[in-house]
């Protein structure tokens, strides 16, 4: 009976160490594709936050040429997309 006992200890034991590794590989895989699936999503919203940028930079800078050469506030902010307040606040700071 004790043999027995030792036995099924052993392969209770083996079956833990089994499972207790293949939880923390999991665990662990899991963990790094968390982070790399959120690193995916912080570059793709980090690009789209660079184009915005840049496209309201140019609707700017298109804005302060047409100022430059006395557009009429409201055909600046036609063309340039640009609202006739944003328009006229940096008509404001020239």
């Known amino acids: 009976d004790l043999d027995v006992y030792h036995e099924s200890l052993k392969t209770y034991l083996d079956l833990n160490a089994v499972v207790s590794t293949s939880y923390g590989d999991g665990k662990r895989e899991g963990f790094d594709e968390g982070i790399s699936r959120?690193?995916?999503?912080?570059?793709k919203e980090g690009r789209k936050e660079g184009l915005l940028e840049g496209k309201k930079q140019g609707q700017i800078e298109s804005a302060l040429n047409m100022l430059a050469k006395g557009f009429d506030l409201t055909d600046i902010a036609d063309i340039s997309g640009l609202s006739l307040k944003e328009i006229q606040a940096i008509a404001n700071k020239l």
């Not at 959120?38 to 570059?43: L, P």
């Open 38 to 43: 959120g690193r995916e999503v912080g570059r």
